[in-house]
């Protein structure tokens, strides 16, 4: 095989890559993304701003079930705050103000501010 043949295949190949990387970047960010720190909305089930106990706590289980289905670790599972500690004014109900309070502590909330700011 000739010198230029090596070149025209490795250019191909080059391409092929390149093009395999650019289809799946947005895939691999929006996989990234998806289980980070969820939005209230996420939380409040039946959407009337106030997230009880028993929703807080289904909609965890069901997250952690997500993520073992797709073989995920459960780092820090145990260091999760519980619904006790977010309903700072004990009511009963987590408001979205404290749900706020909560997610601007959380560290995964700063590391995906970091890497978005990294990204502008």
């Known amino acids: 095989m000739s010198s230029f ?4 295949a490795f250019l191909i190949l080059l391409a092929t890559c390149a093009v395999i990387i ?25 959407a ?8 807080f706590y289904q909609f965890r289980a069901k ?10 670790k459960m780092k820090n ?4 705050p519980s619904f006790e500690d977010l309903d700072l004014d004990g009511d009963g109900n987590l408001s979205a103000d404290e749900f706020a309070e909560h997610r601007a502590s959380c560290p995964m909330m700063k590391k995906q ?7 502008e």
């Open 48 to 55: 009337d701003n106030a997230v009880t106990a028993e929703e």
């Open 113 to 119: 501010k970091a890497a978005a700011a990294d990204g």
């Open 63 to 72: 997250r952690m079930s997500e993520r073992a289905a797709e073989g995920r």
């Open 77 to 80: 599972a145990k260091n999760a």
């Open 22 to 46: 650019v289809l799946s970047a947005p895939a691999i960010a929006e996989g990234h993304g998806k289980h980070q720190c969820p939005e209230y909305a996420d939380i409040d089930a039946n």
């Open 5 to 8: 043949h090596w070149l025209r």
